[in-house]
T-cell receptor, first 114, second 113 residues
Framework: GENVEQHPSTLSVQEGDSAVIKCTYS??????FPWYKQELGKRPQLIID?????GEKKDQRIAVTLNKTAKHFSLHITETQPEDSAVYFC?????????????FGTGTKLQVIP | DVKVTQSSRYLVKRTGEKVFLECVQD?????MFWYRQDPGLGLRLIYF???????EKGDIPEGYSVSREKKERFSLILESASTNQTSMYLC????????????FGPGTRLTVT
């Protein structure tokens, strides 16, 4: 099955700096790569996603890049703010048996230091 | 706005008890999922359902069962709770088979003593 590895497991940055979280996946059939943010005590929520036919996607201060050949994708957060502090999960998804099966990474705890 | 609710935020049960975790979504979504979340392990899929009375095993189904009698409700059952099932349990839903985005509930933190 699909295996998604995520690094680093924890990340501390100064407010205003950039943060990068990296993920690799194993199944070349995966075609959708979402990123979820989980604030402390809250539910995970989708913040950005990318499909396999796109190399990069940006939404204000966050961007995601995808390298299909190398099977890795990354989340970039620029000008970090304290409210960016959360656990971030990457995921890889593919269609199997008529469904989109999602496999999550192990999560990165991002701390933005004011 | 999609709303996914779970019956309890915190639950404490004894080893060997039968435990029911309930999840309800109000957006007529076809797909529903149960995950457990453990530090360092991320979100792991226990079971999912793509229709009423249908269920499919996820990656870690052992020790769990599910029930989906109505479209909006998906229950996770621990037949005989064990201490290694102490975890955060998250329910999620998505619109239909082709949908990608999952909407999560607030989670139930289950402690088995």
């Amino acid at each position: 099955g699909e295996n998604v590895e995520q690094h680093p497991s924890t990340l501390s940055v100064q407010e205003g700096d950039s943060a990068v979280i990296k993920c690799t996946y194993s199944d070349s059939a995966s075609n959708y790569f979402p990123w979820y943010k989980q604030e402390l005590g809250k539910r995970p929520q989708l913040i950005i996603d990318i499909r396999s036919n796109v190399g990069e996607k940006k939404d204000q201060r966050i961007a995601v890049t995808l390298n299909k050949t190398a099977k890795h994708f990354s989340l970039h957060i620029t000008e970090t703010q304290p409210e960016d502090s959360a656990v971030y999960f990457c995921a890889a998804s593919k269609r199997t048996g008529g469904y989109q099966k999602v496999t999550f990474g192990t999560g990165t705890k991002l701390q933005v230091i004011p | 706005d999609v709303k996914v609710t779970q019956s309890s935020r915190y639950l404490v049960k004894r080893t060997g008890e039968k435990v029911f975790l309930e999840c309800v979504q109000d957006m007529d979504h076809e797909n529903m999922f149960w995950y457990r979340q453990d530090p360092g392990l991320g979100l792991r899929l226990i079971y999912f359902s793509y229709d009423v009375k249908m269920k499919e095993k996820g990656d870690i189904p052992e020790g769990y069962s599910v029930s989906r009698e109505k479209k909006e409700r998906f229950s996770l059952i621990l037949e005989s709770a064990s201490t290694n099932q102490t975890s955060m349990y998250l329910c999620a839903s998505s619109m239909d088979r082709g949908s990608d985005e999952q909407y999560f509930g607030p989670g139930t933190r289950l402690t088995v003593t």
